[in-house]
């Protein structure tokens, strides 16, 4: 292996620019040379790509987002368009690529390796929404975001004794929403993995009110519904003043948490190494601690059941 390439896909991640930093670093050491390629699928179409050096990546390990940026390019599901990148990378004489994204750009990854690319993935995006691992870079940083937002819409709500309805990010996937409500105290978490009655959710802010709570958390996964429809339901019923706050993209921004920084890392070292050893067609996850690599079209198809023991331990802790 003398040359790879790396990119970055989808949603971007605090994370991302560490483990470009660990990929860069791990394949220069190593005496191969890197590649930057530049908005995702569609900057390796367009061929936007340029050498990284070791001073490419100077300074970018607390940076939020991704020095590379990042972009959405439907047309990568087009096979002509992904023999069109295939070749560019022939035409750089790129022989390994390294995807950091969340599922998306992991199919897209898949896609090049069966038309012969040497193909590692790595898994990041705030959502935790890949099952085969239990972490992805970026969700440690996006709980942490949460929960601070949490404790200061916390102080005005209890000075006004409301109840506070919090939408998180997670696509159809309740993990940030779970973490971040049991980390940030909410009286209810509601995740698209479970089913919810409009009764039941008043029901717990009046419970909470009877129980002379000054302020009930209701944090909400963006998966199940519009929170704002849901602070009026309640407000409605219960005669409590209920706010909705849409933390949106914030979610996405900041400097990586430590825990962030040190996994990113161990990925992108990883995945030098599994290009160095001549694999293909995997992704990087963490099991138990362990870093580990499957198969991405198995990776894809874990399904991972829902925490019902961390919702529980929540619920009992309101
Ligand atoms: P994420 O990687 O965060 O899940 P997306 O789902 O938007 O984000 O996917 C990122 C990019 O990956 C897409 O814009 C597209 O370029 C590529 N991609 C997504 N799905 C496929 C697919 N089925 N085949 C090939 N490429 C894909």
Not at 141 to 163: G, L, P
Not at 244 to 259: D, E, K, M
């Amino acid at each position: 292996m003398k040359k790879i390439g790396i990119l970055t896909s989808g949603g971007d991640a605090p994370g991302m620019n560490a483990a470009i930093r660990a990929v860069t670093r791990t394949a220069l050491v190593n005496n191969i040379e890197v590649m930057g390629i530049y908005k995702g699928y569609m900057g390796l179409h367009e061929g936007e790509i340029l050498p990284m050096d070791r001073r490419s990546v100077s300074d970018i390990i607390q940076r939020g987002g991704t020095i590379l940026k990042t972009a959405r390019f439907p047309e990568f599901k087009d096979l002509a368009v992904r023999e069109k990148a295939a070749q560019v990378l022939k035409i750089y004489g790129i022989e390994g690529l390294v995807v950091i994204g969340g599922d998306g750009s992991f199919m897209g990854a898949k896609g090049l390796s069966e038309l012969g690319i040497q193909t590692i993935g790595i898994p990041g995006t705030i959502d935790n929404d890949l099952a085969y691992t239990d972490r992805t870079i970026g969700f440690d940083t996006a709980q942490n975001t949460v929960i601070d937002a949490i404790n200061k819409i916390r102080d005005t709500s209890s000075s006004h004794q409301r109840v506070s309805v919090v939408e998180v990010m997670g696509r159809d996937c309740g993990d940030l929403a779970l973490y971040a409500g049991l980390a940030g105290g909410a009286t209810t978490i509601l995740v698209p993995e479970r089913k919810y009655t409009d009764e039941e959710i008043i029901k717990t802010v009046m419970d909470g009110r009877r129980q002379m709570k000054h302020h009930n958390l209701v944090v909400i996964a963006e998966g199940v519904g519009n929170s704002h429809e849901i602070a009026k339901k309640i407000e409605d019923v219960s005669g409590i003043e209920t706010r909705a706050t849409v933390l949106g993209h914030i979610q996405r921004g900041g400097a990586p948490t430590a825990f962030d920084r040190v996994l990113a890392s161990k990925m992108g070292h990883r995945a030098v190494e599994l290009l160095m050893e001549g694999k293909s067609g995997r992704v990087i996850g963490t099991v138990k601690g362990d870093i580990v690599d499957y198969d991405i079209h198995e990776a894809l198809s874990v399904k991972r059941p829902f925490n019902e023991k961390l919702y529980q331990i929540a619920m009992d802790l309101v």
